[in-house]
């Protein structure tokens, strides 16, 4: 079923629609001659670690570089290495609450892995791998899979204590670069250790 429209209200209609199509128009064409001027949308900055808009209505937070986060490339070498640097966080308590010994690690300055021998000494950036010893037993593994996360499960309950070394691939330890955590661990049910 059709409805004849009033010319008058059919060119009022065909002029509000063409208004809208222009102001919309108007915003695309901006939109397009900004990003087809000669200047990027984003200069780095002297500081790295900052991104600087051109626009100058553009609020942005700091933003961190990717070196920054995720460390040099691996594609040139590091000249002047700056010394590797290992961080571990206290037991995770739910861990514990299980007999299960988890901790957070990171590390600075060293990419963490598998890979060993004396040719690898000479790597740019520095490889290496942790060391993990528990309960000052005579034995150790190398653990060199970088999952952030150590992950020791079973415990009896008592207190223990968990040394973790960050070393090289011929296995020295890195100077001062030795966490010991001690901990204990409550009773619980052994139902699932892990």
Excluded: C
């Excluded at 060119?11 to 990003?35: D, E, H, K, V």
């Excluded at 990419?111 to 942790?130: D, E, M, N, Y």
């Amino acid at each position: 079923m059709s409805e004849k429209i009033n010319p008058l209200r059919r060119r009022f209609l065909g002029i509000a629609a063409m208004s809208i199509a222009a102001t919309q128009l108007g915003r695309f064409g901006s939109a397009i001659a900004q990003s087809s001027q000669t200047q990027p949308k984003e200069t780095a900055t002297t500081q790295p670690g900052t991104v600087q808009s051109t626009d100058p209505n553009a609020s942005r937070p700091f933003t961190r570089s990717a070196r920054d986060i995720r460390g040099a490339s691996p594609y040139l070498p590091i000249k002047n290495e700056p010394a590797p640097k290992l961080i571990v966080d206290p037991p995770i308590p739910e861990g514990l609450a299980q007999g299960i010994f988890w901790t957070q690690y990171r590390v600075e300055n060293l990419r963490i892995v598998p890979v060993f021998g004396a040719g690898a000494i000479q790597t740019s950036p520095r490889v290496g791998h942790l060391h993990i010893t528990v309960d000052d037993l005579p034995w150790w593994w190398a653990d060199a899979s970088d999952t952030n996360t150590i992950d020791i499960a079973g415990l009896p309950p008592g207190q223990h204590k968990v040394k973790i070394e960050l070393v090289d691939p011929n296995h020295k330890v890195f100077p001062g670069q030795v966490v010991t955590l001690t901990f204990t661990v409550l009773n619980y049910k052994r139902a699932h250790a892990h």
